[in-house]
C-alpha cells in the first residue's frame, strides 16, 4: 500500500485495508494467494476459472451475486 496510506486505518465494508490484497490479472494473485487461505470471496460475474482454482487447492469459495439490472450492486 502506498506510504501515504500506510499510518493510517482504513475500514472498508467492515473490513481493514490491511486484511485485503488488490493485484492486476487476479487469476495469478488469487491462485497464489490460496496456498495461504481457507476462503476466497469473488464478486459475480467473475472469471470461470476461480471456481477451477479454489477446487484444486482446497479453498472455500464465496460469491457475491450482483445483478445488471440493479447496476451489479448487491
Not at 490491511?18 to 476462503?39: N, W
Not at 469473488?42 to 477446487?55: D, F, H, L, N, R
Request: with cysteine; charged share 20%.
Amino acid at each position: 500500500m502506498s506510504s501515504r496510506y500506510s499510518n493510517q486505518s482504513f475500514y472498508i465494508h467492515g473490513v481493514e485495508v490491511s486484511e485485503t490484497v488488490v493485484v492486476p490479472g487476479a487469476k495469478f494473485g488469487i491462485a497464489a494467494l490460496l496456498h495461504y487461505l481457507e476462503e476466497i470471496t469473488v464478486i459475480a460475474p467473475y472469471w470461470s476459472g476461480y471456481k477451477q482454482i479454489a477446487s484444486l487447492t482446497n479453498t472455500r469459495l464465496n460469491v457475491v451475486e450482483t445483478k445488471l439490472t440493479d447496476g451489479c450492486r448487491r
